[in-house]
């Protein structure tokens, strides 16, 4: 028999438990509700940043859709001691070595490709083009372009380290060379037409690696531009801030020669004659 005073008991122990009940469920669905948003966040924060990466216009590299001809280009420094620099540095060779280019060759890559290619490098082939055409001056005042950097070099006085004006052009399977050229058919998810990499021991280019991207889309106009580019970069040229000019970030395929400021430049920095920057005459 439940006596009154016991079942008073009962009554509070089963009120208290009934609300301990409600409240245990209470604090289960706030932690699993937390849960839920907590898992939610970390989905938008993972797409977010995946999405961020990829290309953009479904894919398409946008500078291959300008009508003029726009191309980006990417160029990084490495120094074996393991820290990364912007500044461009130079090879430092005996005078009259030659410089070996060695072109990584997959069997898609026609014959045609890989002259288009040799020719931005040991071409001498000069071209006049009026300074007016290119902001430069007035009309019928002209100014010397150059094809390939072979042309463009041969003519430079002595410098305090010698330029490398001798170049090699080899076709390997292997990445034998002090510059490799790599042809690769795949876009690039940044966007860049070419990427060049410098690997550095102090203060000296010991190595070089050109990738042009997406090489099956590209005109031969086009392929040679982004190579006499790249190339300028593995022997030690940065960017310009000259939006007409070869080394520009942003290549127009205008006019895409090696011009009278590049030669300046490179002899500034062989010379060791610079804080880093070459004004342009023109």
């Not at 990364?84 to 430092?92: D, E, F, N, P, T």
């Not at 300074?131 to 094809?147: A, E, I, M, T």
Request: proline fraction near 3%; glycine fraction near 8%; charge should be negative.
């Amino acid at each position: 028999m439940l006596r009154v005073g016991n079942y008073l008991k009962f009554k509070e122990f089963m009120h208290f438990n009934r609300s301990k009940l409600k409240s245990s469920k209470k604090v289960s669905k706030i932690k699993h509700q937390k849960s839920i948003l907590v898992l939610q966040i970390g989905i938008l924060i993972f797409f977010g940043g995946y999405f961020t990466g990829l290309p953009t216009s479904s894919g398409e590299n946008e500078e291959l859709l300008n009508s003029i001809g726009l191309f980006n280009s990417e160029h990084i420094v490495e120094n074996l001691r393991g820290d990364s620099i912007s500044l461009s540095k130079y090879w430092r060779l005996p005078q009259g070595t030659t410089l070996s280019v060695n072109i990584l060759n997959p069997v898609s890559i026609s014959d045609e490709t890989i002259s288009i290619i040799k020719e931005s490098i040991v071409s001498t082939e000069k071209i006049d083009i009026e300074d007016s055409l290119l902001h430069k001056g007035p009309q019928n005042s002209f100014s010397n372009y150059y094809v390939g950097w072979a042309g463009a070099l041969e003519n430079t006085g002595d410098t305090k380290i010698p330029i490398p004006k001798n170049f090699e052009v080899l076709n390997s399977q292997q990445s034998n060379g002090d510059i490799v050229v790599i042809l690769s058919n795949i876009k690039d998810r940044s966007g860049n037409t070419g990427y060049t990499k410098t690997i550095l021991e102090g203060d000296e280019i010991v190595k070089a690696f050109i990738t042009i991207y997406d090489v099956d889309s590209l005109s031969n106009t086009q392929l040679g531009t982004i190579m006499r580019h790249e190339f300028g970069h593995a022997i030690g040229l940065g960017h310009s801030t000259a939006p007409e000019d070869l080394m520009a970030p942003t290549i127009d395929m205008t006019y895409p020669y090696i011009s009278e400021c590049n030669i300046d430049a490179i002899v500034d920095l062989y010379n060791e004659d610079s804080d880093g920057t070459t004004i342009c005459e023109k």
